[in-house]
């Protein structure tokens, strides 16, 4: 009889420790994890335990199973071109691509709200799925208007210059949209923005016209300024050459002037002071003739002064 009550016990006792281990959970959060912690009774209804932030764990417990939610950053990015592309405030479009960074809202509340209100409670996805799910259906519409609203306010060409301007007021305007979600945007990045490779090449063109055009007008002007540049030297050589000949004219005059017949005869006579010969006119009789001359009556010439017209 004690035999059979102890075989009986054992097998209970067999059946408790099979039903615990089956039933029994130790729930466990990684890092960069939260676990939704809930309750699975045999008989009766699912109730919600708590949240565990990791790296954490429940220790084994009853009938407590968890599901995990990421509070890691997703960057995912959206691609605008073919029939997708973005129209600027001008109406050129223009090919281009953003990235966004969001999270997960950390807090037991904002994981409580994503697994109960944001079909969070997917037991057929992991984790990692769940919040690609999400994505698609929560933020990646609302976040590709708020692109193509933003392109529209700035003409083509000049969205390039303004592309952080841009996603920070995306960033901001999504932020609004999800203030009452679970979800946190971190940060928008416009990652590129082109025209159509047609409007580069028009673009492209002008550029060098405009180019070549200034270079011949730098040219132009060049010539312009050689060509003023040798009318003012030759304008200032003539001037130079003009004032030498006005300064020969008046030293010429103003030595004409000062040449007299007295001069000139005092100046020969100083001449035959100095001179080894001197040569002298002969008169009829064969001697020199030596006299002065009257100034301005002409003078006859030596051969033929006392020479008789009559005599041969």
Do not use: C
Not at 60 to 68: A, F, T
Not at 111 to 116: F, Q, T, W
Not at 267 to 277: P, W, Y
């Amino acid at each position: 009889m004690k035999s059979l009550s102890l075989a009986v016990f054992v097998v209970l006792l067999g059946l408790v420790a099979a039903v615990w281990s089956s039933n029994a959970h130790n729930v466990q959060a990684p890092a960069g994890y939260a676990a939704y912690v809930v309750e699975r009774p045999i008989f009766g209804s699912t109730t919600f335990r708590s949240v565990l932030t990791g790296p954490s764990s429940t220790g084994l417990s009853w009938r407590l199973y968890g599901d995990l939610v990421s509070l890691t950053p997703w960057s995912y990015p959206e691609n605008f071109d073919g029939t997708s592309v973005l129209i600027a405030k001008d109406k050129l479009a223009i090919t281009g691509n953003a990235h966004i960074l969001w999270r997960q809202r950390p807090g037991d509340e904002n994981v409580r709200l994503y697994m109960e209100k944001f079909g969070g409670l997917d037991e057929s996805h992991s984790a990692d799925q769940t919040a690609r799910i999400a994505y698609e259906n929560y933020i990646k519409e609302p976040f590709r208007t708020l692109v193509r609203e933003e392109f529209a306010k700035y003409d083509g060409l000049s969205v390039p210059d303004n592309l952080a301007v841009m996603g920070k007021d995306i960033e901001d305007a999504l932020a609004a949209r999800l203030k009452n979600t679970p979800f946190e945007v971190l940060q928008v990045v416009i990652g590129n923005a082109n025209p159509p490779v047609s409007v580069l090449e028009q673009i492209a063109l002008k550029v060098a016209k405009t180019q070549e055009e200034q270079r011949k007008k730098t040219e132009l002007n060049i010539a312009n300024k050689n060509k003023d540049i040798e009318k003012a030297n030759g304008e200032a050589e003539g001037e130079r050459a003009l004032a030498v000949a006005t300064k020969r004219a008046e030293a010429n005059r103003i030595l004409s002037a000062s040449i007299t017949p007295a001069l000139l005869q005092y100046q020969a006579i100083e001449n035959l002071k100095t001179a080894q010969r001197v040569y002298l006119p002969l008169g009829a009789t064969g001697l020199p003739l030596v006299g002065a001359l009257p100034v301005g009556e002409p003078v006859a010439s030596p051969a033929t002064v006392g020479v008789d017209p009559q005599r041969k």
